[in-house]
């Protein structure tokens, strides 16, 4: 299954502020998606980044805040924009590939965990 | 709806011994997957084991395995041998077809291994 890699692994941001986190993937994959995990809570899907156009949100994430890139096969970015304490969260994002059996699996990259005062 | 139901906050079990985290599921697609992920402190996402809602035989991977019941729509998650390094939280997943592949999660379940 595919190694993802995402930086930074941890911030501490100031209000007001934005800050990009970059996920790179050792081999293409037609699928990558962001999720947030707030402090306590499960994972919940931001957006499916889609190479070549715009990113697919989930109800209650809008691009404004959360916009997206995906400029090729192996790469994105999510940009948290104008961070308030409430996005103090872990932003992880994942990938579809193959396990040893051939099933469709999300690997995840180590997560960016972002602190905002 | 809650697609996923983990109705275990915590669990300890003692080292070597066997852990049984439930899960149950809710969906009206005939072609569907439940996964398990681990997640320790570090905060990293570990895929364990998957099943298919038309594999025959549950799913295993060495001291994992899946006690999958399609009629009750349960996916439990087998432990044997608890290790110290197996405590962290454990999240069930179903992808539904229809989904394309998005996972919805469970709340988590956190195992704390005594030795």
Redesign the interface.
């Known amino acids: ?1 595919a190694v993802i890699s995402q930086k930074p692994s941890r911030d501490i941001c100031q209000r007001g502020t934005s800050l990009t986190i970059q996920c790179q993937v050792d081999s293409q994959v037609t ?1 990558m ?1 962001w999720y947030r995990q707030q402090p306590g ?5 931001i957006a ?1 980044a889609n190479q070549g156009s715009e990113a697919t949100y989930e109800s209650g994430f809008v691009i404004d805040k959360f916009p997206i890139s995906r400029p090729n096969l192996t790469f994105s970015t999510l940009t948290v924009s104008n961070m308030s304490p409430e996005d103090s969260s ?1 932003y ?1 994002c ?1 990938a ?1 590939g193959q ?1 040893h ?1 051939g ?9 960016s ?1 972002l602190t905002v005062l | 709806a809650q697609k996923i139901t983990q109705t275990q906050p915590g669990m300890f079990v003692q080292e070597k011994e066997a852990v049984t985290l439930d899960c149950t599921y809710d969906t009206s697609d005939p072609s569907y ?1 439940l ?1 398990w ?1 681990k997640q320790p402190s ?6 364990l084991i ?1 099943q ?1 809602s038309y594999d025959q035989q549950n799913a295993t991977e060495g001291r994992y395995s899946l006690n999958f019941q399609k009629a009750r729509k349960s996916a439990n998650l087998v432990i044997s041998a608890s290790q110290l390094g197996d405590s962290a939280m454990y ?1 069930c997943a179903m ?1 539904e077809t229809v989904n ?4 919805s ?4 379940t956190t195992v704390t291994v005594r030795a």
């Open positions: 299954s699928m998606f809570q499960s994972l919940t899907l499916t872990i992880l994942s579809l396990d059996s099933a469709n699996v999300l690997t995840f990259g180590a997560g965990r | 997957g996964f992920y570090s905060g990293e996402m570990i895929f998957y298919g999240f992808r394309d592949y998005k996972l999660f469970g709340a988590g």
